[in-house]
């Protein structure tokens, strides 16, 4: 799957991660919804660097669609709060 990091570009990521992925982002949809600062700044870290750790960068002049789109790492917590939707970042 393509997941872009907005702000940063897009990496390819094996299907099989989608639900470790999807962990990370319910503990940041929970930490948002309880106005947690500090442990969402830890989820949200934790996601963006995992995706990093585990994801193949592709070529900047390549654009595919992405499956998932994550918020940039410097964006702060009510920014994220306005992107979350009912299933969080990571749909399914």
């Known amino acids: 799957m393509i997941v872009r990091i907005l702000g940063e570009g897009q990496l390819e990521v094996d299907d099989s991660a989608a639900a470790e992925l999807n ?15 500090a442990g969402y700044r830890a989820a949200h870290d934790a996601l963006l ?14 654009i595919e669609p992405s499956a998932l789109i994550l918020p940039q790492a410097d964006l702060t917590m009510a920014e994220v709060r306005k992107l979350l939707a009912d299933e969080g970042l990571i749909p399914g």
């Open 49 to 62: 660097d995992r995706v990093r750790s585990i994801g193949t960068p592709l070529d900047a002049e390549v």
């Open 23 to 37: 962990d990370l982002d319910v503990k940041l949809e929970a930490a948002v919804e309880k106005n947690d600062e």
